[in-house]
Each structure stands twice: as C-alpha cells, then as structure tokens.
C-alpha cells in the first residue's frame, strides 16, 4: 500500500498536534515565517500568471493562476513552516483526543499567526513593493484582489474562510496519506487549486495580497481589520469543525488501536 488509510491519517494528525504543541517560541516564529512567505510567494506567483491572459479567457485565466498557486503550501509542508490554517486542523483534533491543552493550542496560533502575518508581509514589502512585482504592470490585478477580498461583508467573508480552510486542511490531510513525496504533492495540489480557483478567502494569504495593496496606497489597514477577523474565524470554522472534529468523531472509538510509524 502506497498510502495510510483515513483512521491512519486521524491518528497522524493527531501525533503532528502534539508535537506542535511542543514547539518552543523559537521554533514557531522561524517556521511560522517561512510558511507565511512561502504561501506569498505561491499568491505573487498566481498574479505574474494571469495579469496579462486576455480577459476573453475568463475563469481559464484564473484556473492557470490557481494551478500554481499550490506550490505555497508544497514548500510549507515538504521543507517545512507552521501555518496557520493547518494548525487550526492538527492542533483541534489534538485537543479533541485530550492529547494537548486548550492553552497549548491557543499558544501555537498565537506565535503561528504573528509569523506568518510577518513572513507575509515581508514578501509584500521587499518582492511586492520594493521591486514592484505587484505594483506598475501588476497593480490593476493587485488592487482588483485585494478590494475583492475586503469589500466582502463578514457574513460571506466567514463562509468563504469555511470553505477555504476545509479544503486546505483536507489538502493537509491527504499529504498524512501519502508515504511519498510525489503522493504528498498531488494529494496537496488539487484541494489547493480548488479553493483558490473558486475564490475562497485564507488568511495567510490575504495576509500577503491585501498589505501589496496598502503598500501601493490603494487600500488601508482599517479596512483590512474586518476582513481579517471574519477570515480567521471562518478558517478555524473550516479546519477544526469540519475537517479535525468531524474525522475525531467518526474514528474515536478507533484510535487507540492505529499507532502508525
């Protein structure tokens, strides 16, 4: 067998809760950084794709953009980084199997969250701004996203964030599934694609796009504060809900005989 099979997979994503858990402040804010630049680079990467598709092309344009945004949370997953909207899947389900403390799970997204909005925003400033690679050429397709993305009121920008996260956790959790990394990478590419081809809003990544903005003075941190709160709680909607706790509740009689390796 060239994969675990999904109780497997629960009792994996219960192990890599607690071993977050145990992470030290150190490690969670280097990590953290890097996952939260890895998934801005996966979003500079969307716009360089289809800022200049012809706008007869439609949704195939946004399609190309998501096909390669995954790379983000290929690099975040595979050479390693905390993220955010992962954890709110792994740390839950821990908690879930009383294997870690509330406050243990509230200390990774802390540390996790404040990294990754400073590895975002480090991309926004120095790739984004100061080289310009989502101002000049790029600025029309920048804004359009990010105004998109605030303008959204909670309602929709909650259940947007719901729809996105249970589909970058379901992306996490079948790279549990997989013993390769070829495996691991397909079974991360296509949840990735989905949620960004159909517009979903994430977090982390609107910790990159919508700053870009603010860098170019197109949009104001004000304006991004609803947007942020409304996102993050539909993303720990999505991940912990229906991604950690659903799986938690229909293997919990088994879990305590999957050790996996």
């Known amino acids: 067998m060239s994969s675990y099979s999904p109780k497997e997979i629960a009792a994996f994503a219960i192990q890599s809760g607690v071993a977050k858990s145990q992470y030290s402040v150190a490690t969670l804010i280097i990590l953290g950084f890097m996952a939260g630049a890895f998934i801005a680079v996966g979003f500079l990467l969307d716009i360089h794709v289809i800022n200049s598709l012809p706008a007869d092309w439609g949704s195939f344009s946004g399609l190309l953009g998501a096909a390669v945004f995954p790379v983000g949370i290929i690099l975040t997953i595979l050479a390693g980084g905390e993220l955010l909207t992962g954890n709110m899947m792994t740390l839950p389900i821990a908690w879930f199997a009383?294997?870690?403390?509330?406050?243990?799970?509230?200390?990774?997204?802390?540390?996790?969250?404040?990294?990754?909005?400073?590895?975002?925003?480090?991309?926004?400033?120095?790739?984004?701004?100061?080289?310009?690679?989502?101002?000049?050429?790029?600025?029309?397709?920048?804004?359009?996203?990010?105004?998109?993305?605030?303008?959204?009121?909670?309602?929709?920008?909650?259940?947007?964030?719901?729809g996105c996260n249970w589909l970058v956790c379901l992306a996490t959790w079948l790279a549990f599934a997989s013993k390769d990394v070829v495996g691991k990478i397909f079974g991360m590419w296509f949840p990735v694609m989905a949620f960004v081809a159909i517009g979903f809003q994430h977090v982390v990544a609107n910790m990159f796009i919508v700053p870009a903005a603010i860098f170019a003075g197109q949009l104001s941190w004000a304006a991004y504060l609803p947007n942020f709160t409304a996102v993050f709680l539909g993303n720990t909607v999505g991940g912990a809900v229906f991604v950690g706790l659903a799986y938690f509740m229909a293997y919990r009689s088994q879990l305590s005989a999957v050790a996996p390796r």
């Open 98 to 162: 009383r294997q870690i403390s509330g406050l243990s799970l509230l200390r990774n997204w802390f540390w996790v969250t404040l990294a990754n909005f400073v590895g975002s925003l480090a991309v926004a400033w120095f790739f984004g701004h100061i080289l310009g690679m989502t101002e000049g050429d790029y600025l029309k397709k920048t804004v359009a996203i990010a105004t998109a993305k605030v303008n959204a009121d909670f309602t929709h920008a909650f259940i947007s964030g719901i």
